[in-house]
């Protein structure tokens, strides 16, 4: 009996070992991803070299560097290739603006780096959400029609929501790998917490100096 015992308490401990081998590939160095949230969104232009190494033809998004899960130079993080439904309920400039919004769905395939995006990426350890509230910034890219579908006219910056969803919900196809090491797998990975691309680095870069 007291075999038995030992047999099935080194087959938890393997269990547990191997479960955690697997959130700590994703999660390495503190990276926050959540499969659903509080967002905030802007746009930008200039996305045919994104972080995580292939571009797409449909609506595409970068995302704060503490959800996409490396920095600058490290190569692609665990959001690479996941999909989100990304929805905007106000103006953070406008106040009394009620719309129309709209939701559109996105694939991450590029980082929005902390250092010189205060204001919106720079979600950290020390300060989970930017200064706007929100724990996850994505930056819609204008050169795919991303923009033009998500932001009402004159108004270029919003607060909302966020779902990741399916890529079978994502309109749009894959290009080829810019470089070696490219990766966007999260397409076919599981929901957070299910591993893609895997982290990169450690979250504690994001620390801003004192």
Known sequence: M????QFLQLVAVATVASCLTTADKRATGGYVQNPSGTASFTHY???NQPACGIAGSGFTAAVSQLAFGSAPGLGPGDACGRCFAVTATQDPYSPAFNGPFHTIIVKVTDLCPLQGNQEWCGQSQSNANNQHGAPVHFD????TGGANAFFPSGHG???GSYTEVSCSQWSGSDGGALWNG??????KAGNWPSTGCGNKGRSRSLLLPK
Do not use: N, Q, T
């Open 45 to 47: 232009s200039g996305c």
């Open 140 to 143: 819609i890219c204008e050169d």
């Open 182 to 187: 490219a990766c966007i797998a999260g397409e």
């Open 157 to 159: 910056a919003l607060l």
């Open 2 to 5: 007291a075999r038995i015992l």
